[in-house]
């Protein structure tokens, strides 16, 4: 057996059944509630958040560095020794700075190695580009530096990722813009085609009106991964089922051409700030 574990966290979208599929460490978010913590996919799933976000609005947080240690020994007990992390871009959550700070604070002989990626990147292609690196450590090639530098080239230049957002609401109540600007956005059914760029989350396209966004949300889609002739393919939705369905038919060829696709739910960080009726769709190209 490999004595290397990769470790992504539940923002990437996977939730534990896909984490076991691929051999992958989940660590979970916290989700606050009605001054209440829970443990993401122990003490709550993502149709529960669902659920609550439909009602208020949420706020997500890290757990501790002692907890990270905890889960860190878990798999130090199963006869693991070195650690690969590749956590979402440390410019959209603190969770890079805290499991270096867990690591570095760690006292355990049993820890021979570990690495903390700035990924710079986010949601599923973090999961895919985790997959990719543990069937190279299948093949024997559990070196961190070699891993973490493929694991570099990857997320910048082999992955893209895309999300179509309805509203600025709930951006507006995580304070990360003005709440007079989500309601002018709105009133004019101003909608935003996101993307992960220098490890933040930025706009590539606004677009006014539902139908017309979803089109050309569509199109630079097809457009994107049009470019690479073998490549995994990311689908994700949260509560809007009828938009999901309607990305899926236009994207069929696609989808069927893909050596792989994996289908999924928005992760609670990217559903609490980007709201339920995001949609995503994104790619890493095996050339």
């Known amino acids: 057996m490999s004595k290397t574990k990769i470790i992504i966290d539940t923002s990437s979208c996977f ?5 076991k599929k691929y051999d992958l460490a989940l660590f979970p978010y916290k989700i606050l509630r009605d001054e209440k913590v829970y443990t993401e996919f122990k003490d709550i799933d993502t149709e529960e958040i669902y659920d609550f976000l439909e009602e208020e609005f949420l706020h997500t947080t890290m757990p501790s560095t002692g907890e990270f240690q905890e889960f860190v020994k878990s798999y130090l007990n199963e006869g693991y020794e070195k650690f690969l992390v590749i956590p979402v871009s440390k410019n959209i959550s603190g969770l890079m700075q805290m499991t ?97 760029e220098d490890g933040s989350l ?21 457009k994107r991964v049009k470019k690479s002739k073998k490549y995994i393919a990311l689908i994700a939705h949260a509560r809007d089922f009828k938009d999901y369905e309607i990305m899926k038919d236009g994207l069929k060829e696609e989808l069927e051409n893909a050596e792989l696709v994996i289908e999924m739910k928005l992760s609670s960080v990217l559903t609490t700030h980007l709201g339920l009726e995001t949609i995503g769709f994104g790619f890493v190209s095996l050339d």
């Open 202 to 222: 930025k706009p590539c396209k606004k677009v006014f009106g539902d139908k017309k966004s979803l089109k050309q949300f569509i199109e630079l889609s097809k």
């Open 100 to 196: 270096r700070l867990a690591f570095e604070s760690m006292d355990d002989a049993r820890l021979k190695e570990y690495k903390v990626l700035d990924t710079k990147s986010g949601g599923p292609v973090t999961a895919v580009c985790a997959l990719l690196l543990n069937e190279e450590i299948k093949k024997g090639n559990d070196d961190l530096d070699y891993l973490s530098k493929k694991a570099n080239y990857i997320l910048a230049e082999k992955s893209e990722v895309y999300l179509l957002l309805r509203s600025l609401q709930n951006l507006a109540k995580g304070g990360r813009i003005p709440k007079s600007l989500s309601n002018i956005g709105d009133m004019v059914k101003l909608n935003t085609i996101l993307t992960v």
């Open 15 to 19: 939730d534990p059944q896909l984490a």
